[in-house]
């Protein structure tokens, strides 16, 4: 079995119809607290995408990092190419995972306040029954719910 090609944005200066029509769109909080409930839409394509019974997408999945987050089937009777889901970040993700490093707070912590944090990639993948599978990222950051000694923090509310 041949791996399918998972088509991406090329420039973002020149980006094409197609490409306007299929690269996922991720809306979601850019900052979410650990043990929280946060809804993410992913909308398939900045001008929306057909869903008709000879061109439709078929589905949307939503990964935090390496988790999936879940994948929701469509069918042409849909009205609109998208998909909603709840991400629950846990304490676990913030402790022990350093996704990327921060040029200013570092691995995991924030240089305000001390409290753990880690910046991740929300990772969306869709497939159109036509062109193939899309797919774009988001990155967001993962506060812990347990503040930290230091001063106030800026980004839990």
């Not at 899309?134 to 967001?140: D, N």
């Amino acid at each position: 079995m041949t791996e399918q090609v998972i088509n991406r944005l090329k420039d973002p200066e020149n980006i094409t119809e197609t490409e306007q029509k299929h690269v996922p769109v991720i809306e979601s909080d850019d900052v979410m607290t650990a043990e929280g409930s946060f809804e993410v839409t992913v909308k398939v394509g900045e001008v929306p995408h057909v869903m008709q019974d000879d061109h439709y997408i078929e589905w949307i999945e939503l990964h935090l990092g390496d988790i999936e987050i879940g994948r929701v089937e469509l069918s042409p009777s849909d009205e609109k190419a998208e998909a909603k889901f709840t991400v629950e970040p846990t304490e676990e993700i913030v402790g022990i995972r350093a996704y990327e490093i921060c040029h200013i707070r570092g691995v995991n912590v924030c240089g305000d306040c001390g409290t753990k944090a880690v910046i991740m990639k929300l990772k969306a993948i869709a497939s159109c029954n036509v062109h193939g599978l899309w797919e774009s990222s988001k990155q967001v950051e993962i506060m812990s719910k347990k503040v930290g000694e230091g001063k106030d923090c800026r980004w839990i509310a």
